[in-house]
C-alpha cells in the first residue's frame, strides 16, 4: 500500500529543524554583535518620531525610505537636529493643534520650534538637504513640490536639483573686444 505524503499538513520534522537552524543563527549573530543589534533598534525610534512629525507638517502621509534619508541628512548637517526634533515632537504632542496652519500660527517666527518645522517642510518640498556648497540632494523626482503638478507635468530630468539654475556666464575678455 502506498503511504501518503502529509507535507501540507501540518509541521514536518525537516521544517521544525530548518526553523530551529534559523533561530540558532540568529541568536549566534546577535551575541556577536550585540552594538549592531541596540544600534539598529535604537534608530528606529528617531525614525518613527521624525516620520509622524514630517506627516504632521507636510499634512500628508510619508514614506519610511525617504524619512530616514532626510533624517540621517539632517542630522549629518545639522548635528543639534535630534534634540531639535525632540522638541518639536514634545510640543507637537503637548498641543492640540489638527493641523500645520494653527501650529505655524502659533508659533513665532524665528524661534527653534518655527525653525526646525521649517526646516523639515523645506527638505521634503524641495528634496534637498543643507545650505549653500554643502547642498545634499536627497530626493529629485519625489521631491513634494512636483506634487500639485502630478499627472499633468512631467517632473525635468534635467539639472542637478530643484531650481539649480547654474551661475551666469561671464562675458570673456575676447567677447568684450568686439563689442567695443
Not at 23 to 36: I, N, T
Not at 48 to 58: D, G, H, K, M, N
Not at 94 to 115: C, E, I, M, W
Request: aromatic share 8%.
Amino acid at each position: 500500500m502506498a503511504q501518503k505524503n502529509n507535507s501540507g499538513a501540518g509541521l514536518s520534522r525537516r521544517r521544525l529543524l530548518q526553523g530551529m537552524a534559523v533561530l540558532s543563527l540568529s541568536a549566534a549573530c546577535s551575541a556577536l554583535f550585540p552594538a549592531e543589534m541596540a544600534r539598529a533598534a535604537a534608530s528606529v525610534v528617531p525614525v518613527q518620531r521624525f516620520s509622524e512629525v514630517s506627516a504632521f507638517l507636510v499634512s500628508r502621509p510619508v514614506g519610511a525610505i525617504l524619512s530616514r534619508r532626510y533624517l540621517e541628512a539632517l542630522t549629518r548637517h545639522y548635528p543639534d537636529f535630534p534634540a531639535q526634533l525632540d522638541a518639536l515632537a514634545t510640543a507637537l504632542g503637548q498641543r492640540s493643534d489638527t493641523h500645520v496652519d494653527a501650529f505655524l500660527q502659533d508659533t513665532a517666527a524665528g524661534t527653534p520650534l518655527h525653525n526646525t518645522a521649517t526646516l523639515i517642510v523645506s527638505a521634503w518640498y524641495t528634496g534637498v538637504v543643507g545650505e549653500g556648497a554643502k547642498t545634499e540632494l536627497i530626493a529629485y523626482a519625489d521631491a513634494m513640490m512636483y506634487l500639485p503638478t502630478q499627472g499633468i507635468l512631467a517632473v525635468p530630468t534635467y539639472g542637478g536639483g530643484p531650481d539649480s539654475w547654474g551661475d551666469r556666464p561671464g562675458v570673456s575678455t575676447a567677447q568684450q573686444g568686439a563689442t567695443a
